[in-house]
């Protein structure tokens, strides 16, 4: 495909106007088969190399090598669907190097050997999105980008954080841990230590030192900073031999901790699911997370052997939780339980949503509700579809699970809307923003023989609109938080 126009034939014209309804997969304009075969060889290595290549600089980002980033701000660079092609134990080899690197940078910075070395996903919600504050349900899966911490205990109580490419940390007590206080990226860390803290573990609660390093994009919405405490998370259980890792019930309290560390400390109002991905996931699965009770079922997402692919479509386009626009569709949510006289949104049924609309005052307050009453409804229809193998259903869902969001919860920008629409577009299955929303990644469900038309359509896309490239990455359910090393 070299232009747009040379691949836009009718069922283009078609895609917005029904944008709002369900689409009917139509044969690709790319001109993708809609039956692939086997594995794509051809397209091995995105799915292999999590796009490493195209990713160092939002790497350093993160952990502050070269210009420190303050939230929302996003190095611009990268075209679409760089990379070479890579070994097929290239995770190994990512894995190791990447361990290499966080111990190599302890003993330079610290003069000392780290205790361990432990590990954490980013992820990306397949459904269910500003449902887990309401206590619904969500549907993430962890990604296999990571973020690496190497850890030791200290003597004192102390705590010196930092990331591969910083300047030399700057110590602080745990007693100046606080909220607000430190600020950037060391909030996350720094947080979770607070919270042990301040949640039952006082006793056992040491100075640190640790270092980080990650592949997970910042500010792309695939929980950066999820990753860096649940890093923390599972290494402080460790470290301090709590136990907390052994079993889902431990990881629920890591999770939590997480969660407190990010609306206490980092001061973002976000629920939990980000957490809960992040540590009590499993791999080649989606984690099917009731946020009223916290109980997790495992649906098996593994696409393989389907032809098919998740790509996610990093906009570029910043978006920052701890102010702004998230807060107030929560407050939104807490004044419509208010008027209704109940405590959250989840008491609502799909069944009972028309009447309960009917008593709200004001048709911003009903959209709201109806998107959190209608996406919890679609997180149970997409476990069901997932687990019946059912992935053009599954497709249709994410279609109205955006429309839902664009249009009743306000929550997509045009980045957003331009990289579902032009997925569409190119023959997707489905597609939706995933997250938090205002800007970060949208998900696309693809036949994997078309990745490459995808990238390419979606990227002139964004270059008619003038927007940034955006950045791409096949995701699969990667495995939950653990110690790799030591
Ligand atoms: C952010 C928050 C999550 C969740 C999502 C939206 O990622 O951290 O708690 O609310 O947005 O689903």
Redesign the pocket.
């Given at each position: 495909m070299t232009s747009r126009g040379a691949c836009v034939p009718h069922f283009v014209r078609g895609v917005t106007e029904v944008m709002l309804r369900r689409v009917t997969p139509a044969p690709s304009p790319c001109g993708a088969k809609r039956l692939a075969g086997g594995p794509d060889t051809q397209f091995r290595w995105i799915v292999e190399s999590g796009f490493l290549p195209s990713r160092a600089g939002a790497l350093r980002g993160m952990t502050g090598q070269g210009k420190p980033q303050k939230d929302g701000e996003r190095e611009h660079k990268r075209s679409p669907c760089v990379g070479l092609p890579l070994s097929l134990d290239h995770d190994q080899e990512k894995l190791v190097t990447a361990i290499n690197q966080v111990v190599e940078h302890f003993r330079t910075h610290f003069s000392s050997t780290p205790e361990g070395v432990w590990e954490a996903p980013g992820r990306v919600?397949l459904m269910?999105?500003?449902?887990?504050?309401n206590h619904g349900l969500?549907l993430p899966i962890a990604l296999p980008q990571r973020t690496y911490a190497a850890v030791r205990r200290r003597d004192d109580s102390l705590v010196r954080l930092m990331s591969v490419g910083m300047p030399p940390a700057q110590a602080i007590p745990i007693t100046d841990i606080a909220p607000g206080s430190p600020k950037g990226w060391e909030r996350y860390p720094a947080g979770v230590i607070w919270a042990f803290a301040n949640h039952g573990y006082a006793d056992q609660v040491t100075g640190i030192d640790a270092v980080f390093t990650s592949e997970v994009p910042v500010g792309a919405?695939l929980?950066s900073s999820a990753a860096i405490e649940g890093a923390m998370a599972v290494a402080l259980s460790d470290l301090w031999d709590l136990g907390l890792t052994k079993d889902d019930q431990g990881r629920a309290t890591l999770a939590n901790l997480a969660q407190s560390a990010e609306n206490i400390i980092a001061q973002a109002p976000?629920?939990?699911?980000?957490q809960a991905a992040c540590l009590r996931s499993r791999e080649g699965h989606a984690l099917y997370l009731d946020c009223a009770d916290q109980s997790i079922r495992h649906i098996p997402f593994r696409l393989d052997d389907t032809g098919l692919a998740l790509l996610v479509i990093d906009t570029r386009a910043t978006h920052a939780?701890s102010t702004g626009e998230y807060g107030h569709r929560r407050s939104d949510c807490q004044e419509a339980c208010a008027i209704l006289g109940i405590d959250t949104l989840r008491e609502i049924s799909v069944d009972d949503l028309d009447g309960v609309l009917k008593r709200l005052p004001n048709d911003r307050l009903r959209r709201r509700v109806r998107h959190i009453v209608s996406e919890t409804h679609r997180v149970r229809l997409s476990a069901q579809a997932m687990e019946a193998g059912d992935f053009v259903e599954l497709g249709k869902l994410f279609v109205d699970s955006h429309a839902s969001m664009r249009d009743d919860y306000e929550i997509s920008c045009p980045e957003l809307d331009v990289a579902v629409i032009a997925s569409l577009e190119c023959g997707a299955l489905g597609a939706r923003m995933t997250?938090?929303g205002f800007g970060g990644s949208a998900i696309a469900l693809v036949y994997r023989q078309s990745l490459r038309e995808m990238m390419e359509w979606i990227g002139s896309a964004f270059d008619q609109k003038g927007f940034a490239t955006p950045d791409f990455l096949v995701a699969e359910a990667g495995r939950k938080a653990g110690r790799v090393a030591y």
């Open positions: 919600n269910g999105e500003h449902t887990d504050y969500v919405g929980s976000t629920g939990g699911m980000d939780h997250g938090g």
